[in-house]
């Protein structure tokens, strides 16, 4: 076997973190930049849409740095309300507030020593992202409703789904913490662009949920292949994974055949609002839709119309938002309380 040339870095030709799938030009330029910034203790800045694998992203970080015998604490900023999220994040101490009966250690004192993952960190407040900025500067904060300064030795790694950028200019985000958190960005790409990925994925996942519901590995029908292939993924390989995970199920032979797969993957249209080319024709299927669903001589077809236009809107912003009512709600502009009431109205709610 040929040696490598001196003057190349083995890092480029090293092979993949384990934990993590594939192979292609793409990926390999992200193992290489987590492999590097693993060993530094810089804050890091995961970018990438949903279902990316940003998370895998910040736990292999976490594991090849010298801090991978420490915690690896994860928080999801979008999934709590902003008092809560800072009771999560800080803690509070008795009396804090309604319901404060006892003390309660925060995410930043948890992760002493290891790393704190702050997943979807564009959901946090102004207000919240002062106090952010504080203990990422300072590495010392106070609990909710205290005085007494705690210090922590704590490695921040955070993850974004949307343009922070464009969140600084809308005057959602401060300019200040994204300068604080993009030590080291890291872009993780979508599936579309690393195709080449895809087989490795679906035998992998394959293997998974063959073993969980006791069946021989399918093999996998050359068309079926090249349907996966081709589609254009806007879930990512989170998407892949439930597709996956659906033909095994569904399977009643050792072959995963086209057949098994979404319709969605098969005629290769995506069934999602939020990633449609053209919002126009997307408003006009789900009005056609509404209309064939109420019959052309229901009574009063402007509210069938639109009750089913709603539904499915906030059905795709609910899955969108992997099932964060507070965030659907302010993406789709309405009181969390509306988005409750219209859940339960559309039988949502489960």
């Known amino acids: 076997m040929s040696r490598l040339p001196s003057s190349i870095d083995p890092e ?11 192979a292609g030009p793409a990926m390999e330029a992200v193992y290489r930049i987590t492999r590097r910034v693993a060993r530094s203790n810089a804050s890091v800045l995961l970018l990438g849409e949903t279902g990316t694998g940003k998370e895998l992203i910040a736990k292999a970080i976490h594991r090849l740095s010298p801090r991978g015998s420490g915690p690896f604490v994860r928080v999801n900023c979008g999934a709590l309300a902003e008092n809560l999220l800072e009771s999560e994040l800080f803690g509070h101490v008795r009396g804090a507030f309604t319901g404060a009966v006892d003390h309660r250690t925060g995410r930043f004192e948890a992760a002493h020593t290891g790393t704190i993952f702050l997943d979807e960190i564009n959901s946090t407040s102004p207000k919240l992202q002062v106090k952010l900025l504080r203990v990422l500067q300072e590495r ?18 955070a993850a974004s789904n949307c343009d922070l950028l464009e969140e600084i200019e809308a005057g959602r985000f401060r300019e200040d913490l994204y300068y604080r958190l993009n030590v080291v960005t890291i872009h993780l790409p979508p599936l579309v662009d690393r195709r080449e990925d895809i087989p490795t994925l679906v035998d992998h996942f394959l293997k998974i949920y063959a073993a969980e519901n006791f069946r021989d590995v399918p093999r996998v029908d050359p068309r079926a292949m090249r349907a996966l292939r081709d589609y254009s993924w806007p879930g990512n390989v989170r998407e892949l994974q439930n597709y996956i995970e659906r033909a095994v199920v569904l399977a009643a032979g050792d072959e995963l055949t086209v057949d098994l797969l979404p319709e969605a993957v098969t005629d290769g249209k995506p069934r999602r609002i939020g990633r449609a080319s053209d919002p126009a024709a997307l408003a006009a299927e789900l009005v056609r839709r509404g209309i064939e669903t109420a019959g052309p001589d229901a009574d009063n077809l402007h509210a069938a119309v639109v009750d089913r236009v709603e539904r499915e809107l906030i059905a795709q912003m609910m899955a969108a938002c992997d099932g964060v009512r507070v965030k659907a709600a302010d993406r789709l502009g309405i009181n969390r309380n509306t988005l409750h009431k219209k859940l339960k109205d559309y039988g949502l709610d489960k």
């Open 12 to 22: 480029q030709t090293g092979p993949p973190i384990p934990g993590l799938i594939g």
């Open 140 to 157: 010392e904060f106070e609990r909710v409703g205290d005085t007494q300064t705690i210090r922590v030795d704590t490695r921040a790694i």
